[in-house]
């Protein structure tokens, strides 16, 4: 009989749980998730070799694509759906798909992991292609909506990535070891459920794929989102309070250079900064791949 999997396993430490009071299972689910990041920094490696490959594919005008079933699923489309308002980005560009569409990220469509072909026809459905990336994510790593969908982007050519929590699995069959993301969090406390431990660990991984991204293609100048897009009244006194922060003006001098610039916080701070006009900041910005440090370096 084969082994269980690492998420299928029985967690020792938490042997008669149910009989323990609310602090001593709250004392031992955090010990527990404390293990979390150091099973993913075993897997750092991978990761920047996957981001590396994907800031090229940004570059090409390629897309991120994850993809996923149940918590795995959830956390894919979370991760995409924050990266317009945070880094400005076009919603195309980072795109979360999971298996049972979007009925599945409130209510539980668990067969529809098994659908393979499902997988597939949804890629063809998103266009998707040579130039773009795609990370299939599954704690078990077996879900046929996501080994398929990841077998059919190969054979275009994509680069392709997985993140699992256990290391003998068919996700990582597909591809080779430097695009395998393994995060070994071992047994969950409650037996199987994989939205605690495992899901815990891939946020962890997904936060660091895409913010890193950003940083390397500019959305960051010094350790600040500014290429936020100021949708309402708060993310728009914060882009003016970035404005004055990063140039050193007034409220008011922000204010100015906010309007002037079109809400575009980048463009806004780069006027600033150098005291140049709109279309001089982002034709300026446009030479330097949209990163404010690299448009300031090649002038110092």
């Excluded at 396993?9 to 527990?32: C, F, G, H, M, V």
């Excluded at 660990?201 to 991204?213: D, E, G, R, S, Y």
């Excluded at 916080?265 to 910005?285: F, H, P, R, S, Y």
């Amino acid at each position: 009989m084969k082994p269980l999997m690492e998420t299928e396993q029985r967690n020792p430490l938490s042997y008669r749980i149910d009989s323990k009071s609310t602090l001593e299972i709250l004392d031992i689910i955090n010990a527990e998730d404390k293990r979390v990041p150091f099973a993913v920094e075993t897997a750092i490696p991978n990761i920047a070799i996957i981001v590396d490959e994907l800031v090229s594919s940004f570059n090409k005008g390629g897309r991120l694509f994850y993809i996923g079933a149940g918590t795995s699923g959830r956390l894919g489309v979370l991760d995409a759906s924050e990266c317009p308002p945070t880094y400005g980005v076009d919603p195309a560009m980072v795109q979360g798909i999971i298996a049972g569409g979007p009925k599945a990220l409130t209510t539980s469509v668990e067969w529809a992991e098994d659908d393979g072909n499902a997988g597939i026809e949804t890629l063809k459905d998103h266009n998707f292609s040579s130039i773009d990336v795609l990370i299939g994510i599954t704690a078990s790593g077996g879900a046929p909506f996501v080994v398929e969908a990841m077998r059919y982007a190969k054979e275009l050519g994509a680069r392709v990535g997985a993140i699992s929590c256990n290391k003998d699995t068919a996700v990582f069959d597909l591809i080779d070891e430097d695009h395998r993301i393994f995060v070994p969090v071992g047994p969950e406390i409650i037996t199987g459920s994989t939205r605690m431990k495992a899901g815990t660990a891939q946020k962890l991984v997904l936060n660091m794929i895409t913010t890193t991204a950003m940083i390397r293609i500019g959305k960051v100048f010094n350790n600040l989102m500014v290429d936020l897009r100021p949708v309402n009244a708060k993310l728009i006194l914060r882009a003016r309070r970035l404005i004055t922060e990063v140039t050193g003006c007034s409220q008011e001098h922000a204010i100015e250079l906010f309007e002037s610039s079109g809400h575009n916080t980048k463009v806004a701070i780069t006027m600033g900064l150098l005291t140049v006009n709109k279309q001089k900041a982002t034709e300026l910005l446009q030479l330097h791949e949209g990163s404010i440090s690299r448009v300031l370096d090649s002038l110092h």
